[in-house]
């Protein structure tokens, strides 16, 4: 590199600077939390990654090639299928179709890819028919064989023959959504309990610290299960759904108390939070006109670090069998199947749903650290 | 010394007094009296109820009387005689059943936190002060990847992998031939030769996050003028890192027991019902699903004891390390 083009690069690099900081003079706080938040590229792409999550959950019922329940015995741990994209060198994407055998040394029955079957596979292909959100009736499918009628297995197929594909994307709806309105649900618990604890101190402050500490003593998951244990066996899957939602806060909303009261302490001195009060505003428009927003940033950085505690505690409770149950498809429950060694070591494609725990938990992580050192854009 | 350890002991009575009280109601939770479970599960496999036993076990629990009197009845028959109660499911005291389970469970979880810290000391503080080296990374990775995982899934996937290419299946403390045999070295070797398996399961989360803690204290710590001066002096850097920043670092590491204890049991749980261990969690599970609610309640009580047992220890090893604890 030649001695000019450095100096234009670093000429650039200046300019870049100077209008940065020229923009960043007159922006909003949201704005220099976003422009912090950038900076971090790892959390930029988990916010990607986030965000594809949530989009499957939202379309689960398109994106998936059949109904989560459809099973067909005939395909009883069917290996993944892959894609190939030409037939006799013109374009036709497929897959290609299986045929049994018995496998001599173990007399158990073994699939074989086909390479004389082809399975033409299409984009926005018509199939089973579902109600979308429950709203209208289509059979229009993200992707899937052309005739329906045909097996068609990305990531195989379970020991009643139903599509782990369809099953997973389905499950990320639950799973994701328990973690989402969990948190919720924490939130406003949290909310409630630390704001008084922060904003009231004394001895509703050194209560609710009391609690918070007692809670957070005891080992989680035996007391969630004595409490999911409790729950009628005949509850309907919808209401079992609930009340998980509802044990999961019953202890989830403990940090979220503890990152509230931290900044109600720290705020309730700060000059301009005087001034109000000395200015006659009444209490409530002090909270929520004066303290609140300067809580935002930091709330949300506190609910993306508690959805994937949700996530891992449902995945365990609902593993355990005393979470969600069939016909509920939830990533736990769907890892209920890698319990039996035997199934694991004729099927790995089981642990998919694993996997997608791992990301989600991991995406989360890194996007709410992301969002946690962003949430104060004028620290250093 | 002697007084703050009798100051945090007479400090545990009322959290413990809570945890009873919890551990209560989630006995009282199913819908229905016990007895009457009992007797008509009696009832569907053929056996003749007894009405003078049915009776005895109404009056001995207090049933028909009102909760807060069989509360008592409960936790003073605990106290006074060591008495949990009965399990329906076995037909036994509670006690008979718990004591082997919840001693296993907190040797291995012990033996789990010695482990941890045994690994996570070293590395955190090399990952402090080599900051942004090979290896800060590979930790920080291991420690994400650790914290991300279920670890019950980590413990199918150990057990995939040994049954794919080790051909043996891991599983259980002990072999067959130990199981029932009086205590030995023998016996001590092959628990050793065992219980590596779930040790290492429940040691990677705790590990991942407590090594993130040994580095964020020892940072903290690296640049203070104290050190400086130290070096200044001439100090060989070793025996200084190792006397001075690692001491003060060391503080905030030893309470994250308060914490990472209650995890470790909850971890513990799972994965030994995963591996089929003989420890509280398969019975925990099954006396749950079974409703078998003494059994579970005294599981429940014991798991919060436990924790508060490590803190308590965890609180001497603290104010052993740190003075300004003990005298304030």
């Known amino acids: 590199m030649s001695e000019p083009t450095v100096q234009a690069a670093a000429d650039a690099a200046l300019l870049d600077q100077q209008v940065d900081a020229s923009r960043l003079q007159g922006a909003s706080q949201w704005g220099l939390i976003w422009h912090k938040f950038r900076r971090h590229k790892l959390a930029v792409f988990s916010l990607v990654v986030v965000g594809f999550i949530y989009f499957v959950a939202l379309f689960a019922e398109f994106l998936a090639p059949t109904d989560p329940g459809r099973f067909d015995p005939r395909y009883t741990y069917a290996p993944p299928q892959s894609i190939g994209l030409f037939v006799d060198g013109s374009f036709q994407p497929h897959v290609k179709g299986y045929s049994i055998e018995l496998d001599q040394a173990s007399f158990r029955r073994v699939f074989v890819v086909d390479p004389d079957v082809t399975i033409p596979i299409g984009l926005f292909v018509r199939g089973q028919s579902y109600r979308m959100w429950g709203l209208f009736e289509t059979d229009l499918h993200f992707i899937g064989p052309l005739d329906p009628s045909q097996p068609f297995f990305l990531m195989g197929a379970d020991r009643l023959g139903r599509d782990m594909l369809s099953r997973t994307i389905h499950g990320t709806r639950i799973s994701m959504s328990i973690g989402l309105v969990g948190v919720g649900l924490s939130l406003v618990i949290g909310m409630i309990l630390g704001g008084i604890s922060g904003y009231y101190g004394g001895f509703a402050d050194r209560a609710i610290q009391r609690v918070i500490e007692f809670i957070r003593s005891i080992p989680t998951i035996p007391l969630w299960l004595g409490l999911a244990a409790a729950m009628p066996r005949e509850w309907p899957p919808l209401q079992v759904y609930f009340a998980i939602l509802v044990i999961l806060s019953l202890i989830g909303w403990t940090e979220i108390a503890r990152v509230v009261r931290g900044r109600f302490l720290s705020l309730r001195g700060d000059d301009f939070v005087i001034a109000a009060r000395l200015d006659g505003v009444s209490e409530y428009r002090l909270i929520m006109k004066h303290m609140m927003p300067s809580l935002y940033s930091h709330i949300i950085a506190a609910i993306t670090l508690a959805i994937p505690n949700m996530i891992l505690a449902e995945t365990a409770l609902s593993f355990l069998g005393l979470g969600l149950q069939p016909p509920i498809v939830s990533w736990g429950v769907l890892l209920q199947d890698t319990q039996n060694l035997r199934a694991i070591t004729q099927a790995p494609w089981l642990f998919i749903p694993g996997i997608c725990v791992v990301v989600a938990v991991l995406a989360l992580n890194f996007l709410g650290d992301g969002v946690r050192d962003a949430a104060d854009p004028y620290a250093k | ?328």
């Open chain 2, 1 to 328: 010394m002697f007084l703050f350890v009798l100051r945090r002991i007479a400090g545990m009575i009322p959290a413990m007094f809570a945890i009873s009280i919890l551990a209560y109601t989630i006995i009282q939770l199913p819908p229905g009296d016990f007895v009457s479970t009992y007797a008509a599960q009696l009832a569907e496999s053929g056996t003749i109820v007894d009405s003078a036993r049915l009776e005895s076990l109404r009056d001995r629990y207090g049933l028909g009387q009102d909760v807060v009197t069989q509360y008592f009845k409960w936790i003073g028959g605990i106290v006074t005689r060591g008495d949990f109660g009965d399990s329906f499911e076995w037909n036994q005291p509670v006690t008979e059943l718990v004591w082997d389970r919840m001693g296993m469970t907190a040797l291995i979880s012990l033996l789990t936190l010695i482990a941890m810290w045994a690994v996570s000391l070293p590395i955190g503080i090399y990952s402090a002060v080599r900051q942004y080296s090979v290896t800060d990374y590979v930790a920080t990775i291991f420690g994400f990847l650790g914290m991300a995982t279920p670890n019950f899934l980590l413990a199918i996937v150990l057990m995939y992998i040994s049954t794919m290419w080790f051909g043996a299946s891991v599983g259980g403390l002990f072999s067959p031939q130990f199981v029932n045999a009086p205590l030995s070295w023998a016996k001590i070797w092959d628990f050793i030769t065992h219980a590596w398996i779930p040790i290492l399961i429940l040691g990677t989360a705790g590990t991942a996050s407590l090594i993130r803690v040994m580095r964020a204290n020892l940072l903290d710590e690296l640049h203070k003028p104290y050190v400086e001066a130290a070096r200044a002096k001439g100090m060989p850097e070793t025996r200084l890192i190792l006397t001075y920043p690692t001491r003060v670092a060391l503080n905030p590491f030893i309470s994250t027991v308060g914490w990472v204890l209650p995890a470790l049991i909850s971890g513990e749980l799972i994965v030994s019902t995963v591996l089929n261990l003989p420890t509280a969690g398969p019975l925990l599970l099954q006396a749950l699903k079974s409703q078998d609610m003494f059994l579970a309640g005294a599981f429940i009580l014991l798991s919060g004891a436990l924790v508060l047992i490590g803190t308590l220890i965890s609180d001497i090893l603290l104010a052993i390390s740190d003075p300004r604890i003990r005298l304030s």
